[in-house]
């Protein structure tokens, strides 16, 4: 029960959040955007004419994808470079891969960028709720952006315990390699 009552500093503990903001040098911009078809601005960034970016001005997260009846599909729609509209239809679970693959390929073309390994794509986080596990000891931790992106965590006693005591410590005493022994990354 101890482990509550220390994910109860969490939100005083995560402000203020530190990460590095980088923009990209024209030549990186050009290398990342080498297959865009239109001009480019001075600094690089590919023009996108107008008419492309109409279509897509103001859209919704509704109008850019769709659960479709039964929930075992996802639509999703996009903008070609050449105008035309394009949707890909993927069944539940390989969207649920696709999302669990997502932040590792991200950060692999970070880790790309940066070798000394520095960088991260951070969010700040927006809203947290922790909840008793279902027939299991542990709880379920949600977190949440600013802007609405939500996961959810199986955290176990013992996890919940060391995770708990390391919010409590004061950030001057924080350190990025504190849960080497229980972390484990994948290989890219």
């Not at 939100?11 to 990186?28: K, M, R, S, W, Y």
């Not at 986080?125 to 199986?154: C, K, N």
Request: glycine share 6%; aromatic share 8%.
């Amino acid at each position: 029960m101890k482990f509550f009552a220390n994910f109860l500093a969490l939100p005083l503990l995560l402000l203020p959040a530190h990460a590095q903001v980088f923009t990209f040098t024209h030549d990186e911009m050009l290398k990342y955007t080498s297959r865009n078809p239109f001009d480019r601005f001075e600094d690089g960034r590919p023009k996108v004419p107008d008419a492309i970016l109409e279509k897509v001005k103001g859209l919704s997260a509704e109008e850019v994808w769709a659960v479709l009846p039964g929930g075992t599909q996802v639509r999703l729609d996009f903008v070609a470079a050449d105008g035309r509209t394009h949707c890909i239809v993927l069944p539940f679970d390989a969207l649920s891969g696709l999302l669990m693959t997502l932040p590792r390929m991200l950060q692999s073309a970070l880790d790309a960028q940066f070798a000394d390994g520095s960088l991260r794509l951070v969010q700040r986080l927006g809203t947290w709720r922790l909840e008793p596990m279902q027939g299991d000891s542990g709880v379920i931790l949600q977190l949440g952006t600013q802007d609405g992106f939500e996961v959810a965590f199986a955290v176990n006693d013992e996890h919940a315990s060391s995770l708990g005591a390391a919010l409590l410590a004061p950030p001057s005493e924080q350190k990025a390699d504190d849960n080497k022994a229980t972390e484990k990354r994948r290989p890219h």
